[in-house]
């Protein structure tokens, strides 16, 4: 048992911070638990020469806390913080025909969170599941998140889950972490990652960007709220909210461009030379990189949940709040509609002649969407989609378990190691070949003073740190 343990809670009105702090001395180790009030939180122990330095240690850490507004409770008097999860109504589709499905995987609860690429599919729903299936529809992984999964994105070869508790999971291997932690008074709505370097949209209209050590780098309002579109790219970060769609320069410096939409912005897509909004005023339109300026307007026939392009916008897809799809030509006229046979689509992706879309009933449904199969659908044949099951084995990873020890370093593994800068952990590479002054991204729960760990591989980042590839394993 601890020898002691201070439990505090910062509670602000109006949609501000609703945190916990709890923090516990056992000897020479001091245990610290933080995270939304309601939720499990996060976990980081550290260790001390001595029993004396370890308290000392907790009661900077508690006055610290102190002075920034926390206070001493009794934990479960306070109910977690509300979290906005879009209200979303999903009518039947007014299309004469259904989209050529190919198979249909239910998760079971609504789905937002969707990514396609050359090897797999993910979805990731309102439970906390995201699913990794084959482009056949082979079930293989699940991860077991603790929270809804708003939005999946990919960053070159990692893959991260936003979830409603504010945590940002990497799921690039087989045991999730927890990448970023965003502050309790940012009420995710999307996000996005660029370069390890976290883009997040709120409900209040605000772009918080975070580094790779999880440290906040700038924050701007913008002219709107409920901020459902955020995208990055080397030039800019295109933020999209209930005012159109403002972009800003990546370190902050200022404004490039502001334009109004034609109705507030539920949903944002990325080309290499546009940006595309679709809006609750049953459009998508394209707006140039580099002034902003709208090319084109797809009218759709219902509110715009979702929208996608293929490359270099050759078409544009859409989905309604009437269980429908939509492919326009580039320049906006209108190809086919569809009813999804799934309820509404609320993300979508296109990749190869095919388009994913993950729905209001949980489905992560393939449409073929060549030109054959839409005009046979047109003229009334279909495929029978195929019902996908997943397997009784189904492996399933979970985060917060321990990192595996080994005693030696495998062929080819790198080793990191953890130092104390200042007040900080952080994590150096010992191996040779590696700039050792570079900071490696690294899981902070498991950082302690002096452990080694070994990983796959290295990967440099543009912004001057590591980013871990493979396995994480500490060394015994």
Known sequence: MPEATTYLELSEDGGGAH????????GTAVTVRYGRIGAGGQTK???????????????????????????????????ARSVTRRQVTSAPSTARAVAPVLWRFRT?????????????????NQSGDVYTLAHDGEVLARYRLPDGVKCLVADDFWIYAGCDDGTVYDLSSKLPFAAYAIAEDVDI???????????????????????HEDELKWSRRSLGDHAWMVRRDESAV???????????TPDSRGELWHTPTRGAVLFGWQEHDAVYAGTDRRVVQRLSKATGRVEATYACDSVVYSCAAAPDGRYVFAGDSSSSVYCFAKDGTRLWKLGTGAGSALSMQYLGEQLFVVTTDGSLACVDASEAAIAAAQAGTVPRAVDVKSAAALPTYTPGASVETVA???????????????????????TAGFDPGWNVQFPRHIRQPGARYVVDGLHASAGGFYRVRGEIRRLA
């Open 19 to 26: 945190k916990f702090y709890e923090i516990s001395v056992n």
């Open 45 to 79: 122990t550290s260790s001390f020469p001595t029993a004396a330095k370890a308290r000392a240690a907790a009661d900077r850490k508690i006055d610290e806390k102190v002075r920034k507004g926390y206070a001493p409770a009794v934990r479960g008097q306070r109910a």
């Open 108 to 124: 079971g609860t609504s789905a937002f969170g969707i990514h396609i690429d050359e090897d797999r599919c993910w979805v990731g």
């Open 189 to 211: 709505f999307w996000l996005d990652i660029h370069e390890g370097v976290l883009h997040v949209s709120d409900r209040q209209g605000r772009l918080t960007v975070i580094d």
């Open 238 to 248: 295109y933020h999209g909210h209930s005012r159109g769609v403002t972009a800003y």
């Open 408 to 430: 030696a370093v495998p062929s080819g593994g790198v080793i990191v190691e953890c130092v104390q800068d200042g007040s900080r952990l952080r994590m150096r590479v010992s």
